[in-house]
């Protein structure tokens, strides 16, 4: 129901954009947005975006990663400046009005120092 692609592997400083994609059955969509898991730790927020809130990053990402929409089924994660704890699988969730989450598959993203 949610399709992420765009993950991959890159050196320090470099970039990578994500992608996900809503299928027809997830619509009225509320929010949606970007986790990250690094291995050993939980599940964290990287970005969220809405048209009745806006946009959300966490502190770790501001001003390095940007969070854009498309028709409100599709969002994208343009990631600059990488780090290597920015390494992890990224998840895109989506939250219906009503409440209803849904989650995407994870996309791995390695950073090299």
């Known amino acids: 129901q949610l399709q992420a692609s765009g993950g991959g592997s890159v050196q320090a400083g470099g970039s990578l954009k994500l992608a996900c994609v809503a299928s027809a059955s997830v619509r009225s969509i509320d929010v949606m947005g970007w986790y990250r898991q690094a291995p050993g730790k939980q599940r964290e927020l990287v970005a969220t975006?809405?048209?009745?809130?806006?946009t959300n990053y966490a502190d770790s990402v501001k001003g390095r990663f940007t969070i854009s929409s498309d028709n409100d089924d599709a969002i994208y994660l343009q990631m600059n400046s990488l780090k290597s704890e920015d390494t992890g699988v990224y998840y895109c969730n989506a939250v219906k009005f009503g409440g209803t989450s849904y989650w995407g598959q994870g996309t791995q993203v390695t950073v090299s120092s």
């Open positions: 975006i809405s048209r009745r809130i806006g």
